[in-house]
């Protein structure tokens, strides 16, 4: 079984991600972030990401049946992140990547 430092809050956020870099790339990357917690996130990407890739993640819209937790329970807006793991997934015909996000400022 495994051991979660933080309690997962579930969620359905459209979220982009991009590149934190400082080579001007402009990419934007879209998404779902699925739960949250206060040291991390996992989201669903359209997109593969490397382990230890740095990305800047905004949350784009919510729906109203999943509105956030408190802000002290760890839901964040917008959020500086490492790429922890990442797996290909399908659901429904839909090819997508399943990721695991830590945030890296407190």
């Known amino acids: 079984m ?3 430092n933080s309690n997962r809050h579930k969620t359905d956020q459209s979220i982009v991600c991009m590149f934190f870099t400082s080579h001007g790339c402009d990419d934007t990357f879209d998404g779902r972030m699925q ?12 997109t593969c990401f490397k ?17 956030p ?4 329970e760890g839901f964040r807006t917008i959020s500086l992140v490492e790429v922890k793991w990442s797996k290909p997934i399908s659901a429904d015909g839909v090819f997508r990547y399943g990721t695991g996000l830590k945030h890296l400022v407190v």
């Open 2 to 4: 495994e051991k979660r």
């Open 51 to 67: 382990e230890g890739t740095i990305l800047l993640v905004r949350t784009t819209s919510s729906t109203p049946e999943r509105l």
């Open 35 to 46: 739960n949250y917690c206060d040291s991390g996130m996992y989201a669903e990407l359209q």
């Open 69 to 72: 937790a408190k802000i002290e």
